[in-house]
Every structure is written in C-alpha cells, then in structure tokens.
C-alpha cells in the first residue's frame, strides 16, 4: 500500500469518526507509531484522534497502558490477549471511543516456527465494550511488513466498527 493511499484510508477513517463525534487512539509495538502518523497525516485530526501510545516494549506495554506483566509471561508480547489488553489499556488510557493495538515481529530476526517474521496480531475495542482481534502474517521486509500492518490495523477498524456509518 502507497503511502498516498494510506492517507485515504486515514481520510475515510477520520470522515466516520467525526460523523459519529467519536475519538480513537492506538496502542503500537512492531509499528511503531506508524498508525498514530498515517492518522495525523490528515488535516483535521486533531478533532478525532485523542492520542498514541508506542509500546515497544514488554515494561511500556505494562506501565503506559496497563498490560499485566502475568498475560505477557504467558502469551508473549506478540498474542492475542496482549493486543487485547493493550486495546483496553488504550482506551482508558485515552478516554477514546476506539482503540487500535498491534503487536508483531516485523523482522529480520526474532521469529520462530510458532511465530515467524511477519506474525501480526491486531486488536479493536470500543468504549461500549466490543471487540475484535485478527492475527495475520505478512511477508516481506521490515518496512514491508510494517506498512502492510498499518494498512491492515486501520482497515479492520473501519470495517468492523465505522464502515456503516
């Protein structure tokens, strides 16, 4: 995905948001903020995205938005009650209406055969308490890997919670 057509999809995000007066915010790790940048691209943000939290690491995830240090010794960072906990985190965090988490191991190295290179979990919860995760492996390099989980962590919100707005 471009990065012009990232930008529409960040356009098309925000368009549903402020017509339903809501806020987002994200919770990243493998990309690092990327989400929170493709968002802030589009003029006007500011009206619909509260804030972004970059949770590299296992202790940011822990103090910054509230993953139990439990959940990441059992599942490691790159799981699904992770990414489910660091959306719910966010929220509160954030007092927004949605969140988005992505934890993933974007490359070259720190895959295994349960979770190679390209292993992305993404998690979306809303403020009335909904919730959806996906668990996606991509190919490519780092940069690849990432933009495509940008791409994918904006679409899921947009098609489970605003496409019908």
């Avoid at 925000?14 to 990327?34: I, V, Y």
């Avoid at 500011?46 to 202790?59: C, D």
């Avoid at 439990?70 to 927004?96: D, F, K, N, W, Y």
């Avoid at 070259?108 to 959806?132: C, H, I, L």
Wanted: hydrophobic share 40%.
């Amino acid at each position: 995905m471009t990065d012009s057509e990232l930008l529409l999809l960040s356009e098309q995000v925000g368009l549903a948001l402020k017509a339903r007066g809501a806020t987002m915010t994200t919770a990243e790790s493998c990309t690092g903020g990327w989400i929170a940048k493709t968002i802030t691209d589009v003029a006007g943000s500011s009206a619909w995205f509260e804030r972004g939290f970059v949770t590299y690491s296992n202790e940011a995830k822990s103090q910054m938005i509230g993953v139990r240090e439990v959940t990441l010794e059992q599942h490691g960072a790159v799981s699904e009650p992770v990414v489910v906990e660091m959306a719910i985190g966010a929220l509160r965090a954030a007092r927004a209406d949605f969140a988005v988490s992505v934890s993933g191991i974007a490359g070259p190295d720190g895959g295994s055969a349960e979770k190679p290179v390209g292993t992305v979990w993404f998690g979306v919860a809303s403020a009335n308490g909904q919730g959806v995760t996906q668990r996606e492996c991509f190919s490519g390099d780092r940069e690849s890997v990432r933009r495509q989980a940008t791409a994918y962590a904006l679409k899921l919100l947009w098609q489970q919670f605003l496409q019908n707005t």
